[in-house]
Protein backbone atom coordinates (compact mmCIF):
# COMPACT_ATOMS: atom_id res chain seq x y z
CA UNK A 1 0.00 0.00 0.00
CA UNK A 2 1.50 3.24 -1.35
CA UNK A 3 0.91 6.77 0.40
CA UNK A 4 2.88 9.80 1.36
CA UNK A 5 3.33 11.79 4.72
CA UNK A 6 4.30 15.35 4.95
CA UNK A 7 7.38 15.90 6.88
CA UNK A 8 8.68 19.31 8.05
CA UNK A 9 7.59 23.11 8.01
CA UNK A 10 7.43 25.86 5.71
CA UNK A 11 10.14 25.90 3.24
CA UNK A 12 11.26 22.86 4.32
CA UNK A 13 8.37 20.78 4.14
CA UNK A 14 8.18 18.00 1.84
CA UNK A 15 6.04 14.72 1.22
CA UNK A 16 8.10 11.01 1.53
CA UNK A 17 6.52 8.50 -0.46
CA UNK A 18 5.95 5.43 1.81
CA UNK A 19 5.24 1.67 0.67
CA UNK A 20 3.48 -0.28 3.84
CA UNK A 21 2.43 -3.53 4.35
CA UNK A 22 0.10 -4.71 6.39
CA UNK A 23 1.27 -7.58 9.08
CA UNK A 24 2.10 -8.83 12.48
CA UNK A 25 5.11 -8.17 14.50
CA UNK A 26 8.01 -7.89 14.44
CA UNK A 27 7.74 -5.01 11.91
CA UNK A 28 10.24 -4.59 9.32
CA UNK A 29 11.55 -1.54 8.79
CA UNK A 30 13.95 -0.02 5.62
CA UNK A 31 16.40 2.08 5.58
CA UNK A 32 18.18 2.51 2.26
CA UNK A 33 21.48 3.73 1.24
CA UNK A 34 22.87 6.95 0.18
CA UNK A 35 21.08 7.97 -3.73
CA UNK A 36 19.48 4.56 -3.64
CA UNK A 37 15.56 3.81 -3.69
CA UNK A 38 12.64 1.79 -2.07
CA UNK A 39 12.20 -0.81 -4.83
CA UNK A 40 15.95 -1.86 -5.22
CA UNK A 41 17.32 -5.54 -4.56
CA UNK A 42 17.39 -5.37 -0.39
CA UNK A 43 14.52 -3.83 -0.08
CA UNK A 44 11.99 -6.18 -2.29
CA UNK A 45 14.02 -9.03 -0.52
CA UNK A 46 12.53 -7.49 2.66
CA UNK A 47 9.27 -6.80 1.13
CA UNK A 48 9.03 -10.59 -0.24
CA UNK A 49 10.36 -12.29 3.50
CA UNK A 50 7.80 -10.29 5.38
CA UNK A 51 4.72 -11.33 2.93
CA UNK A 52 6.04 -14.97 3.08
CA UNK A 53 5.89 -14.52 7.00
CA UNK A 54 3.35 -12.59 7.71
CA UNK A 55 5.27 -9.31 9.08
CA UNK A 56 4.39 -5.53 8.40
CA UNK A 57 7.67 -3.94 6.10
CA UNK A 58 7.66 -0.41 5.71
CA UNK A 59 9.83 1.38 3.34
CA UNK A 60 10.22 4.60 2.05
CA UNK A 61 12.17 6.89 -0.15
CA UNK A 62 13.94 9.60 1.43
CA UNK A 63 13.51 13.73 0.79
CA UNK A 64 15.44 13.69 -2.77
CA UNK A 65 15.40 10.13 -3.18
CA UNK A 66 12.90 8.34 -5.51
CA UNK A 67 9.23 9.09 -5.38
CA UNK A 68 9.67 11.76 -2.36
CA UNK A 69 9.57 15.04 -2.94
CA UNK A 70 12.70 17.46 -1.81
CA UNK A 71 15.51 18.64 -3.53
CA UNK A 72 18.48 16.10 -3.08
CA UNK A 73 20.65 18.74 -2.95
CA UNK A 74 18.71 20.13 0.14
CA UNK A 75 19.36 16.51 1.71
CA UNK A 76 21.22 16.16 5.19
CA UNK A 77 22.01 13.59 7.67
CA UNK A 78 19.64 15.85 9.68
CA UNK A 79 16.83 16.22 7.47
CA UNK A 80 16.63 11.95 6.46
CA UNK A 81 16.73 11.13 9.90
CA UNK A 82 13.37 13.51 10.25
CA UNK A 83 12.00 11.34 7.35
CA UNK A 84 13.08 8.18 9.50
CA UNK A 85 11.61 9.40 12.29
CA UNK A 86 8.44 10.75 10.85
CA UNK A 87 7.51 7.18 9.29
CA UNK A 88 8.76 5.40 11.79
CA UNK A 89 6.07 7.32 14.35
CA UNK A 90 3.19 5.79 11.90
CA UNK A 91 4.78 2.27 12.41
CA UNK A 92 3.46 0.12 15.79
CA UNK A 93 4.78 -2.90 17.72
CA UNK A 94 8.17 -4.08 17.96
CA UNK A 95 10.44 -3.66 14.88
CA UNK A 96 13.08 -4.60 13.22
CA UNK A 97 15.86 -2.26 11.60
CA UNK A 98 17.65 -2.99 8.73
CA UNK A 99 19.47 -0.05 7.51
CA UNK A 100 22.09 -0.66 4.39
CA UNK A 101 25.23 1.61 3.75
CA UNK A 102 23.74 5.24 4.56
CA UNK A 103 20.87 3.88 6.04
CA UNK A 104 23.18 1.58 8.59
CA UNK A 105 24.44 5.24 10.31
CA UNK A 106 20.56 6.65 10.18
CA UNK A 107 19.57 3.20 11.75
CA UNK A 108 21.61 4.05 14.65
CA UNK A 109 20.76 7.46 14.67
CA UNK A 110 17.46 6.35 14.69
CA UNK A 111 17.57 4.11 17.92
CA UNK A 112 19.67 6.64 19.26
CA UNK A 113 17.26 9.35 19.05
CA UNK A 114 13.64 6.71 19.80
CA UNK A 115 15.65 5.91 23.22
CA UNK A 116 16.31 9.56 24.29
CA UNK A 117 11.90 9.86 23.51
CA UNK A 118 11.56 6.74 25.99
CA UNK A 119 10.55 4.59 22.50
CA UNK A 120 12.14 0.97 22.70
CA UNK A 121 10.46 -1.06 20.11
CA UNK A 122 13.36 -1.69 18.18
CA UNK A 123 13.76 -4.94 18.82
CA UNK A 124 16.81 -5.96 16.49
CA UNK A 125 19.07 -4.43 13.98
CA UNK A 126 20.55 -5.76 11.10
CA UNK A 127 23.36 -3.43 9.11
CA UNK A 128 24.43 -3.51 5.76
CA UNK A 129 27.88 -2.44 5.05
CA UNK A 130 27.17 0.45 7.39
CA UNK A 131 28.25 3.68 6.47
CA UNK A 132 28.97 5.28 10.04
CA UNK A 133 30.06 8.75 9.91
CA UNK A 134 30.22 8.70 6.25
CA UNK A 135 30.42 12.36 5.96
CA UNK A 136 33.54 12.26 7.50
CA UNK A 137 35.61 8.86 7.08
CA UNK A 138 34.79 8.04 3.97
CA UNK A 139 33.97 11.65 2.19
CA UNK A 140 36.28 14.39 3.58
CA UNK A 141 38.64 12.32 4.69
CA UNK A 142 39.11 10.89 1.03
CA UNK A 143 39.03 14.09 -0.57
CA UNK A 144 41.71 15.35 -3.08
CA UNK A 145 42.95 18.68 -2.84
CA UNK A 146 41.18 19.61 -5.80
CA UNK A 147 37.68 18.21 -4.62
CA UNK A 148 38.74 19.90 -1.13
CA UNK A 149 38.56 23.50 -3.57
CA UNK A 150 35.39 22.74 -5.09
CA UNK A 151 33.94 21.88 -2.03
CA UNK A 152 34.97 25.42 -0.72
CA UNK A 153 34.63 26.99 -3.88
CA UNK A 154 31.20 25.93 -4.97
CA UNK A 155 29.66 24.44 -2.24
CA UNK A 156 29.58 20.55 -4.21
CA UNK A 157 31.97 17.74 -5.18
CA UNK A 158 30.67 15.72 -8.32
CA UNK A 159 32.40 12.25 -7.11
CA UNK A 160 32.13 9.12 -9.51
CA UNK A 161 30.27 6.27 -8.85
CA UNK A 162 30.97 2.91 -10.67
CA UNK A 163 26.96 2.06 -9.94
CA UNK A 164 26.01 5.26 -12.66
CA UNK A 165 26.10 9.17 -13.18
CA UNK A 166 28.64 10.95 -10.77
CA UNK A 167 26.39 12.12 -7.73
CA UNK A 168 27.05 15.53 -5.91
CA UNK A 169 28.62 15.79 -2.12
CA UNK A 170 27.45 19.14 -1.04
CA UNK A 171 28.89 21.35 1.92
CA UNK A 172 25.79 21.35 3.58
CA UNK A 173 25.93 17.54 3.98
CA UNK A 174 29.07 17.41 5.01
CA UNK A 175 28.80 20.17 7.57
CA UNK A 176 25.81 18.85 8.79
CA UNK A 177 27.17 15.22 8.96
CA UNK A 178 29.36 16.58 11.77
CA UNK A 179 26.57 16.89 14.24
CA UNK A 180 26.27 13.38 14.06
CA UNK A 181 29.24 11.31 14.54
CA UNK A 182 28.90 8.00 16.16
CA UNK A 183 32.93 7.16 16.42
CA UNK A 184 34.99 8.38 19.33
CA UNK A 185 32.99 7.38 22.51
CA UNK A 186 30.86 4.12 22.69
CA UNK A 187 27.60 2.94 20.74
CA UNK A 188 24.94 1.75 22.84
CA UNK A 189 21.25 0.22 20.98
CA UNK A 190 19.66 -1.52 23.75
CA UNK A 191 19.27 -4.18 21.12
CA UNK A 192 21.13 -7.16 19.40
CA UNK A 193 22.91 -5.57 15.85
CA UNK A 194 23.95 -7.79 13.19
CA UNK A 195 26.38 -6.79 10.59
CA UNK A 196 26.55 -7.90 7.10
CA UNK A 197 30.22 -6.69 5.66
CA UNK A 198 31.65 -7.56 1.83
CA UNK A 199 35.04 -8.55 2.29
CA UNK A 200 35.53 -6.81 -1.21
CA UNK A 201 33.37 -3.91 -0.64
CA UNK A 202 35.47 -0.29 -1.93
CA UNK A 203 32.53 2.02 -0.71
CA UNK A 204 32.94 0.83 2.75
CA UNK A 205 35.56 -1.30 3.54
CA UNK A 206 35.66 -3.96 6.11
CA UNK A 207 37.97 -2.15 8.31
CA UNK A 208 35.29 0.58 8.81
CA UNK A 209 32.91 -2.15 9.49
CA UNK A 210 35.50 -4.00 12.12
CA UNK A 211 35.71 0.17 13.46
CA UNK A 212 32.14 -0.14 14.33
CA UNK A 213 32.13 -3.37 15.71
CA UNK A 214 34.84 -1.87 18.34
CA UNK A 215 32.58 0.96 19.33
CA UNK A 216 29.30 -1.66 20.36
CA UNK A 217 30.37 -2.22 24.08
CA UNK A 218 27.23 -3.36 25.68
CA UNK A 219 24.65 -4.67 22.97
CA UNK A 220 25.09 -8.60 21.11
CA UNK A 221 26.77 -8.58 18.04
CA UNK A 222 26.82 -10.95 15.09
CA UNK A 223 29.96 -10.03 12.80
CA UNK A 224 29.10 -11.69 9.54
CA UNK A 225 32.46 -11.31 6.67
CA UNK A 226 31.20 -12.05 2.78
CA UNK A 227 34.34 -12.93 1.56
CA UNK A 228 33.41 -12.19 -2.22
CA UNK A 229 30.97 -9.92 -1.44
CA UNK A 230 31.26 -6.00 -2.73
CA UNK A 231 29.33 -3.14 -1.24
CA UNK A 232 25.88 -3.89 -2.61
CA UNK A 233 25.69 -7.39 -1.57
CA UNK A 234 22.65 -7.97 -3.98
CA UNK A 235 23.98 -11.24 -5.49
CA UNK A 236 21.26 -13.86 -4.94
CA UNK A 237 23.43 -15.90 -2.31
CA UNK A 238 23.85 -12.26 -0.32
CA UNK A 239 20.00 -11.85 -0.66
CA UNK A 240 19.70 -15.65 0.75
CA UNK A 241 22.56 -14.49 3.53
CA UNK A 242 20.26 -11.63 4.28
CA UNK A 243 16.75 -13.65 4.91
CA UNK A 244 18.84 -15.92 7.07
CA UNK A 245 19.80 -13.22 9.01
CA UNK A 246 15.75 -11.78 9.11
CA UNK A 247 15.31 -14.98 10.73
CA UNK A 248 17.64 -14.44 13.75
CA UNK A 249 16.59 -10.95 13.67
CA UNK A 250 13.09 -11.33 14.38
CA UNK A 251 13.87 -14.20 16.89
CA UNK A 252 15.98 -11.67 18.42
CA UNK A 253 12.89 -8.27 18.30
CA UNK A 254 10.18 -11.03 19.34
CA UNK A 255 11.99 -14.45 21.15
CA UNK A 256 9.24 -17.15 20.30
CA UNK A 257 6.89 -18.12 23.32
CA UNK A 258 8.14 -21.35 24.58
CA UNK A 259 5.36 -24.37 25.25
CA UNK A 260 5.56 -26.60 28.25
CA UNK A 261 3.44 -30.25 27.30
CA UNK A 262 2.28 -30.95 30.80
Not at 8 to 24: H, M, S, T
Not at 222 to 240: A, I, M, N, Y
Amino acid sequence: MSETIAVGEGAARREIAVLRRPGGEPGLFWLGGFRSEMTGNKAMTLDAYGARRGFAVTRFDYSGHGQSGGDFYDGTISRWLEDALAVFATTTGKQVVVGSSMGGWLALLLVRALRAMGDDRVGSLILIAPAVDMTEDLMLKTFTRKQKKDLADFGVVMEPSEYGDPYPLTRGLIEDGANHLLFGRGITTGCPINILQGAADRDVPKEHALKLVQHILTDPVTFTLVPDGDHRLSREQDLLLLEKTLDRAVDEAVPPQLTLGI
